[in-house]
């Protein structure tokens, strides 16, 4: 999997970008607020569909563009897969709603739209950022956030059953509220738990089976990562009743049915809280280094160590499952890192086809490094290639 070529239009503080790209390493360098971050987002996106630091994909439209009324940002990519080259295209337009700018995404493949489902995974990407920290120490959500977008590009069942369940929790906690307030009849609410069983079962499934695997790879790329020191376990936490949690070593069938059993004796406590209290919906992750929990435990570069070996992780299952290794996006990846640990991240990352790294500090890398990469400087919403070393430090082309 390689990134070929990458335009932008419109997109965060880039008015229009046109960049090709070849195999191999590429340093992108400049200040802080220059948009490194903004180009990785921008190739992310064409890999999920999603933004991973937006609050909505409005954030995403260049605020200069709305101004003067071109509301749209554009996102291009050509891009070379085993099965062949692909052309990617993300629209995101703006239109104004009754409380601000109301955002929607179009998507094109090889010129022709496409469901945005039918596009999530074509291109694989992985990316780290300093956001990846708070995996440790953040609310669940984040947690389940990055098992859905993995399993997402990965299992087509998985991304179509995620989608569906929001709808179900809506209809059936707004059915409960219902019960609660003696407004519904219990048997209202059979449809929708026949389908939270199945659906919930589905996702359930994949995410235990997809841990299992990234708990080996992880602590593999941990150890590498940090040269042997304290292991690094991972463990996944779903909320399910007695009988459904005894059905997850069984059959996916055996534990949507033990999930429905569960949901049904469930059904007291849930007219009560007027909401679903089992489910994917509030499942976990818990991370351990040494044997004990990493959140409030792990030093700063420690939790960098684990959360890289996460996504080292990540992109050798996206590999095992797709058989095509991802592009690998790092932000800032060798921050508040000894010389010692930089270098074992250096090795770690040169086995990849096409790595993009960004950094504020062109000499945070060894010699080896700036070798064999190609150099770039990134500066207001720009990127130009450097000549050389000394030119990614000074600025000059």
Known sequence: MKLD???LVNFRNFRRLELPFSAGAHLLVGDNAQGKTNLLEAIYLLSTLRAFRAESDAQ????????????????????????????????????EGPSGPLATKTVRVNGVPRRLSDAVGLFLAVLFTVQDLELLEGPPALRRRYLDTLLGQVDREYLLARQRLEKVLLQRNHLLRRLRERSARQEELEFWDEVLAQDAATLVWAR?????????????????????ADSLGIMYRPRLGGESAAALGSSRPDLAE?????????????VAQGATTLGPHR???????????????????????????LRLAEASLLRARRGEMPV???????????????????????????????????????????????????????VTPALDVAGARTGES
């Open 208 to 228: 235990a089976r997809a841990v299992e695997e990234l708990q080996a790879l992880a602590a593999a790329a941990h150890a590498s990562l940090a040269g042997g």
């Open 258 to 270: 033990a999930f429905l059993r569960d949901l049904r004796g469930q059904l007291p406590h849930d």
């Open 283 to 309: 499942d976990d992750l818990e991370f351990r280094l040494g044997g004990r929990p990493a959140a409030g435990y792990a030093s700063r570069a420690q939790q960098r160590s684990i959360a890289l070996a």
């Open 328 to 382: 690998l996006l790092l932000d800032d990846v060798l921050s508040e890192m000894d010389s010692s640990r930089r270098g074992r991240v250096l090795a770690a990352i040169a086995e990849y086809e096409q790595v993009l790294v960004t950094s504020a500090d062109v000499d945070a890398f060894p010699a080896g490094f700036l070798a064999r990469a190609r150099l770039y400087l990134v500066a207001g919403g720009e």
């Open 60 to 95: 995403l439209v260049n605020h200069d563009a709305q101004a003067e009324g071109f509301p749209a940002a554009r996102v291009a990519a050509e891009v070379t897969t085993a099965a062949g080259p692909l052309r990617l295209e993300a629209v995101v337009s703006l239109r």
């Open 5 to 7: 070529r990458l335009q």
